[in-house]
């Protein structure tokens, strides 16, 4: 069975009928006891101020006292019973004025009543407490006033639980009625609602297949009727880019064969280069090693030579590996693989590995706190082009000897820049320095090791990713950038 957006609707009304009901059951039988006790409490309570009251100001045998009382015992159905202190009856109301007359005496003289008894509250000069068999139960209150006033009111405590269970039971009743009645009133509700997302899904599902005819016919304002909108701009959106594609891939395909045949020789070259450099490295790696373990009779100047050797033959190794990475970028055999990856994680990784290189030369790595940012690439692509750019920024890093990486974000594009303090790329040379083999201070070079073929590599790379790359120059070093797209608004 298919998953319905209307049986959601009305399983979840249902439900929510349900619990609040079962919520409302559990609460009455828990609670309204103890609230009934107590709104009975702060009503005898009240009684008891208006006593003393009328105690401290001597107004207990006045009208206005009288009044209040009957008010009181009447409307809360308590019996009230007063006495001075020669046990003279002052006030008397209620119909179990007798009982309250008898408990009161037993309470001044000490004689505790038959039935059971709980205090709930005590003062200096009252209690209340809770006496009676269950079923024919009362709420008490009796004390002596410092004026000699004796007091005692009471009333008694309604059974609540038949109460409880008839008012549970209404509950379930109509939370029975309501969940019915509402979940048909949602099923057929909802068939408004879900008629619209139906049709989206019939549009979306012939976009798949590239058919942008149909078209989204809703005229409300509401919210399914402005996505219906969007589909709908979307659907002329893709029309328009897909054909835009379809001519640009023409247009492409006709540039890519005529730069075919400008750079074939080239390519050659460097296919040729790679493929005849292999086998001397290997022959010069090979007698250098055993040179190195062989017995002469000089052995610093044997152990000397072994390893300029084996250092060039490891840097003509490292040419070769950069080569045929760079043929198989311009050749395009290296399959891109676009992938969502956090760009600041993975530049961070790099930095981290490269902690020992720029701890050796004394270089301070200055990097900005960024939250995660999210970006559409390749990510060994990306980890190639940022060590490129970093370890030439080791390499030329001089003056303050500081290198600063920062991310920022323009027009939906993530700029990642390399900056490094020290002197500045001539202008006159600025643009050959993505060129293969070019060197613009080739004794340096030499120095630590460069082939001239990283930037290369990050040209070719950036342009098999058709994004934007650069170097700028500053008076107290050199910047270089290259740019990713960003994800969508749903990262952060």
Sequence with gaps: MKPSIRRQFALIFIGLMAGMVL????INNVFLERYYIRSKMNIIYSAYETIRQ???DDSYNSQTFGEKLDNIGSNYNISIYIIDMYSQEQYATGSGQNRAKLHLFGYIFGIQPKEEFHILKEGEDYRILRTGLEGNEYLEMYGRLNSGISFIMSTPIESIRESSNLANRFFAYVGLFGAVAGAMIIWLASRKLTQPILELNRISERMVHLDFEAKYQGKGRNEIDLLGENINKLS?????????LKTANNELQNDIRKKEEIDEMRKEFLANVSHELKTPIALIQGYAEGLKESVNDDPESRDFYCEVIMDEA???NNLVKKLMTLNQLEFGNDVISMERIDVVALIQNCIQSAGILTSHNQ???RMGDYAPIYVWSDEFKVEEVFMNYFSNAVNHCEGERVIEVR???REGKIRISVFNTGESIPEAVIGNIWEKFYKVDRARTREYGGSGVGLSIVKAIMESLNQAYGVENFA???LFWFELEKCGSDIN
């Design 54 to 56: 009328a105690a401290n």
């Design 236 to 244: 002329a959106s893709l029309e328009t880019s897909i054909s835009e």
């Design 23 to 26: 919520l409302c059951i559990l």
């Design 314 to 316: 490891s840097k003509m």
């Design 363 to 365: 270089i301070e790595v």
């Design 476 to 478: 107290n070093g050199v």
């Design 407 to 409: 991310l920022t974000e």
